[in-house]
C-alpha cells in the first residue's frame, strides 16, 4: 500500500559530505514521523534521526551539530544531510515513516530497501 524508495548513498571519505533522500508514495492519507534508520554490520538497526509532520526533531547524539534532516509533505519525502561523516557512520540506512493511508483509521511503521553509505578513505 505504501512504498519508501531511498536514493544517494555511496562511498564517501571521512571529513566529506552525502545527502539522502526517500520518497513515499501509495495510498498515502497523511504521514506523521518520517526519519531514518541504521544497521552497521553485526549491530541492531538504531535510530538516527525522525521529524515529525509540525517540524520537531528527534536525533541520536552520536550525529547531533552533523547531520540535518529535513522534509516536503507536499512531495511525501524526507532528506538527510550527512556532514563530517566518519567510518563510524558506515552503515545501510533505512527510510521510515508513520503512515495512515486511506481509509485507515490508525497509522503504521513503514520502511524503505535500505541506502548503504561507506565512510572509508
Known amino acids: 500500500q505504501v512504498q519508501l524508495v531511498e536514493s544517494g548513498g555511496g562511498l564517501v571519505q571521512p571529513g566529506g559530505s552525502l545527502r539522502l533522500s526517500c520518497a513515499a508514495s501509495g495510498r498515502i492519507f497523511r504521514i506523521n514521523d518520517m526519519g531514518w534508520y541504521r544497521q552497521a554490520p553485526g549491530k541492531q538497526r538504531e535510530l538516527v534521526v525522525l521529524?515529525?509532520?509540525?517540524?520537531?526533531?528527534n536525533d541520536a547524539d552520536s550525529v547531533k551539530g552533523r547531520f540535518t534532516i529535513s522534509r516536503d509533505n507536499a512531495k511525501n519525502a524526507v532528506y538527510l544531510q550527512m556532514n563530517s561523516l566518519k567510518p563510524e557512520d558506515t552503515a545501510v540506512y533505512y527510510c521510515y515513516a508513520v503512515v495512515k493511508t486511506t481509509g485507515s483509521a490508525t497509522g503504521y511503521g513503514y520502511w524503505g530497501q535500505g541506502t548503504q553509505v561507506t565512510v572509508s578513505s
Open positions: 521529524i515529525t509532520s509540525g517540524g520537531s526533531t
